[in-house]
Every structure is written in structure tokens, then in C-alpha cells.
């Protein structure tokens, strides 16, 4: 049977982290461990931890805050599993998460394999539906990711089930990044194989005021730093970086960095001249309106 080492990064989340557990402990696949990873919280999260008896839970306790990233690679590090997947300590899996995805990995050479995921906002009857990830369909999502990761994120961590070994060999996730986390890790992780997945929404997201998705600030200079550090993958497919490049003159010009929108304009026409033309002369037109007035 495969066993699979789940970890849970914890700051903060006593009002949610026994129930995200919980939907861990309640999979219809037993042969896990479970590590609860404390990083540095000032409330109640760790006596929570305390509370949940289960010998297949072990707590780790961070002296002080390392980053969602951080207390990850902490937890990996102690993996006992063959295979590693990652829990949101205020998310839900579905019971056959771990099944389904099992099932998966038994009939396909893969070096990780993940599900779809709703979010959502509100709890019981005032809960709602406002996203879907993987959201567009119009790409391969599975075998080869790196044309579509190329262009967006794909895989969110909650959803991914990896090899132990592929893990450590790329590295765990980078800590120099506060945002799109699983977008940068999943870039190097294709490097290494095929990625298979699950067509059925298995995780359930649920959205805060202070979540890291909602940070545009944080999302464009994590942007920023993946068109640097995998310029050369990117750089393959030529549609996708200029597409990047656009993104990120978007958002410039949304701070009113309008040097910054301009100088990123410049490389996406450079790039994909005519691919690219429709979607750069309204940006461009607007940059430049900016800069006259």
C-alpha cells in the first residue's frame, strides 16, 4: 500500500485548523502521516494541535514565523512516505482525495499527480462557489505541463500529491517567495516528468481577508521573480513570455509604474510581434496617455 506523508503549515488558524485536519484523518486511504507544522503562532493554534488524538499526527513547533514555505520544507523534510501531499490548515479534502489520486499514480509513470479545487466563500447555506482551479480547460492538463505552466499556475499546493524524492530533488518550495508558490515550484517539478491529474474537485479553498492570493502587490513581484529565475524555460515558448511580460505591464500600470509598464510593453512586441499586437496596442495606448498628461 502507498503511504503518503501529508504536512500542515499552521500560523494563526485555531478557528480552522482541527477541522482542516480532521478531513485529512477522515480519508478513505489510511496509510498516511500526518505533520502538523506550528510556525510560530500567537494563539491558540498549537493547543488545538494538542487537542487532536491521533497517533498518526506528529506536531511540529516553530520558535519563530518561517513562512508558509518555510515550515513546508520543514515538514518534508521528516517525511516517512514514499509520497508527500500538502494540506491549507483552513481548507477541506474530500474523503477519496488521497484515493482517488492513489489510483491515479498506480496506473501512470508520474512524478506528481493532483485534483481540481473549488473556492469558496461563506460557510453553510451562505457558502458560494467563486472559482474553479485548474479554471481554463483550453490547455493540457496533464503529461507535459511546462507549455500551460508556462503560461499560468495551474496546480494550487492543496491539491498536489508528489514524490518524496522528486521534492527534495528540486529543492522543496523557494522562501524567497510570498506568492504564487505552487506556480514556481510546479515550474521546476515538470522539469523532472510527467504530472497526472484528477478530474474532480477533491479540495474546497476557502478564502480570507489577509490571504496571500488576494495580495496583487505580492502577486506582481512574485511574477517579477519567476520571468527571472526561469527566464530559460519561459523562453521556449515565446506566446506564453510574452504574455508574461504583458501581465506584468498590466499590473505596473495598474501602481502607476508607468516606466516599468512601458519597459515590459517593449519586451512582450519584441518578443511575439504579431501574436501579440492585439493585446499590447490598447495597454501601450493607455501607458503612453498616462505619460503625456
Not at 46 to 51: A, D, G, H, P, W
Not at 124 to 130: F, L, S, T, Y
Given at each position: 500500500m502507498t503511504h503518503v506523508t501529508v504536512v500542515i503549515p499552521c500560523y494563526n488558524r485555531e478557528a480552522t485548523v482541527a477541522r482542516a485536519i480532521q478531513s485529512v484523518l477522515d480519508q478513505t486511504h489510511r496509510d498516511i502521516d500526518v505533520i502538523a507544522v506550528d510556525d510560530g503562532s500567537t494563539d491558540g493554534t498549537?493547543?488545538?494541535?494538542?487537542?487532536i488524538e491521533d497517533p498518526r499526527l506528529r506536531i511540529i513547533s516553530n520558535d519563530c514565523a518561517k513562512g508558509a514555505s518555510g515550515a513546508r520544507n520543514a515538514g518534508a523534510r521528516q517525511a516517512l512516505g514514499d509520497w508527500i501531499a500538502f494540506q491549507d490548515s483552513d481548507d477541506i479534502w474530500l474523503p477519496e482525495k488521497l484515493s482517488r489520486q492513489i489510483e491515479k499514480i498506480e496506473n501512470g509513470d508520474w512524478v506528481a499527480v493532483y485534483c481540481g479545487m473549488e473556492i469558496v466563500e461563506g460557510m453553510?447555506?451562505?457558502?458560494?462557489?467563486?472559482g474553479l482551479i485548474p479554471s481554463d480547460r483550453s490547455m493540457a492538463l496533464e503529461g507535459d505541463l511546462r507549455p500551460g505552466l508556462a503560461l499560468t499556475s495551474i496546480v494550487s499546493t492543496q491539491t498536489l500529491m508528489i514524490r518524496?524524492?522528486?521534492?527534495q530533488a528540486v529543492g522543496g518550495f523557494d522562501t524567497a517567495f510570498t506568492a504564487l508558490i505552487d506556480w514556481e515550484l510546479m515550474l521546476r517539478v515538470a522539469e523532472h516528468g510527467d504530472v497526472g491529474f484528477v478530474d474532480d474537485v477533491l479540495v474546497e479553498q476557502r478564502l480570507s481577508e489577509n490571504s496571500i492570493t488576494n495580495s496583487t502587490e505580492k502577486r506582481l513581484n512574485a511574477q517579477e521573480n519567476i520571468l527571472t529565475k526561469h527566464h530559460d524555460l519561459l523562453g521556449r515558448y515565446p506566446?506564453?513570455?510574452a504574455k508574461h511580460h504583458l501581465r506584468i505591464a498590466g499590473a505596473h500600470r495598474r501602481f502607476g509604474n508607468l516606466e516599468k509598464a512601458s519597459e515590459h510593453l517593449r519586451h512582450a512586441r519584441q518578443i511575439a510581434p504579431f501574436s501579440a499586437k492585439s493585446q499590447i496596442l490598447p495597454i501601450w495606448l493607455r501607458a503612453r496617455q498616462m505619460f503625456d498628461d
Open positions: 498549537l493547543e488545538v494541535l494538542n487537542r453553510g447555506d451562505a457558502k458560494r462557489r467563486v518524496t524524492d522528486v521534492f506566446k506564453a513570455l
